[in-house]
Nanobody, 123 residues
């Protein structure tokens, strides 16, 4: 079973940036699909971005290009670069992986999840 460990969360002010990392215990170069999500208290989980084993990416339109998903296959690490952060971005952020199913754009049905990392944006 692949294990995922997120890191890089923290507290920032409005307009700041953070880069989240997700270290995987398996070779992500052949992982059909990985993604980032977030969830705030009282809200549903939101898919943010996905990346395929071929490096194709997709991102939620409401982000307006502020968040960028990428990966380092040599380090088996997935990243989420977050720019121009707003208080509304405050949430627990999770990475997820699917070792068997490819992703075509955003999806929410991943079988493997990390424990999450908290991001808090203050005004």
């Amino acid at each position: 079973q692949v294990q995922l460990v997120e890191s890089g969360g923290g507290s920032v002010q409005t307009g700041g940036s953070l880069r989240l990392s997700c270290a995987a215990s398996a070779n992500i170069a052949t992982m059909p699909c990985m993604g980032w999500f977030r969830q705030s208290p009282g809200k549903e989980r939101e898919p943010l971005a996905t990346i395929t084993q071929y490096g194709a990416t997709a991102a939620a339109r409401f982000l307006k290009g502020r968040f960028l998903i990428s990966r380092d296959t040599a380090k088996n690490t997935l990243y989420l670069q977050m720019l121009r952060l707003e208080p509304e971005d405050t949430a627990m952020y999770y990475c997820a992986a699917d070792p068997t199913q490819y992703c075509h754009g955003l999806r929410d049905d991943f079988p493997i999840w990390g424990q999450g990392t908290q991001v808090t944006v203050s005004s």
